[in-house]
Nanobody, 123 residues
Framework: QVQLVESGGGLVQAGGSLRLSCEAS????????MAWFRQAPGKERQFVAV????????VYEDSVKGRCTISRDNAKNTVYMQMNSLKPEDTAVYYC????????????????WGEGTQVTVSS
């Protein structure tokens, strides 16, 4: 069982930056691929980024490529997402998710979820 707690969301102006964090409980963090998803009001949950167990591979959704960087610190049981050049369309609740072993992009393939952190980008 893994419990995930996100932090770092907030209100920022367009062009600004935020760093999201997700801390996981348990001693087997390094066996989980970790991902960020987001959900805007009235829209489906959308894949944003994922990082492999070792941190050696990461994949991004096209609209955030070059603006977001996902990273992890397995010693701290934490995954991060640095978001730069934020746009109003990035406004959403951002969720951290975990699944054992391999990278996936579909939210249905993730077993553990945090409660989410709100990111609001004003124009």
């Amino acid at each position: 069982q893994v419990q995930l707690v996100e932090s770092g969301g907030g209100l920022v102006q367009a062009g600004g930056s935020l760093r999201l964090s997700c801390e996981a409980s348990g001693r087997t963090f390094s066996t989980y691929a970790m991902a960020w998803f987001r959900q805007a009001p009235g829209k489906e949950r959308q894949f944003v980024a994922v990082i492999s167990r070792s941190g050696g591979r990461s994949v991004y959704e096209d609209s955030v490529k070059g603006r977001c960087t996902i990273s992890r610190d397995n010693a701290k049981n934490t995954v991060y997402m640095q978001m730069n050049s934020l746009k109003p369309e990035d406004t959403a609740v951002y969720y951290c998710a975990a699944r054992e072993w391999s990278i996936r992009y579909n939210s249905r393939e993730y077993d553990y979820w945090g409660e989410g952190t709100q990111v609001t980008v004003s124009s």
